[in-house]
């Protein structure tokens, strides 16, 4: 799982290097960090959704959850993405790596939908 995640980061920070030649490494992590931190949460949200529908858990609408979670998962991302060890793995860019990070993102908006629909009709 650590590898996968590992992967997601290189094949997002690699996009945004190459595509962005001449930005600076800050800003290259800030990209990456919110990008990671925007699909994290996403799916965070999804879950925390799917368990309120489920009664399992309790339904909680203070949205300062929601920004604080944010701001814990950004500052999570940063530090793990600035220290680079997931350019020290030895990834290569590969067809079969980007179709995976492009099913990440149709598969977590899909989910996303899906579970807003249901949502919906439970309120």
Known sequence: MKRAYNYFQFRIYTYYRDKNNNDSEN??????????????????MWIYYLLILLDSF??????????????VVF???????????????????????GWMVIGIFVLTGIITIIISNLYRNKI
Not at 58 to 71: A, I
Not at 75 to 97: E, P, Q
Request: glycine letters at 4%; charged letters at 15%; aromatic letters at 16%.
């Open 58 to 71: 309790p339904d909680s609408s203070n949205k300062y959850y929601l920004l604080l979670s944010f701001c």
């Open 27 to 44: 800003l290259l992590v800030f990209y990456t960090t919110s990008v990671m931190t925007l699909i994290t949460l996403i799916n965070f």
């Open 75 to 97: 500052v999570l991302h940063y530090l793990n993405i600035k220290s680079k060890k997931f350019l020290n793995v030895g990834f290569k860019k590969d067809v079969m790596g």
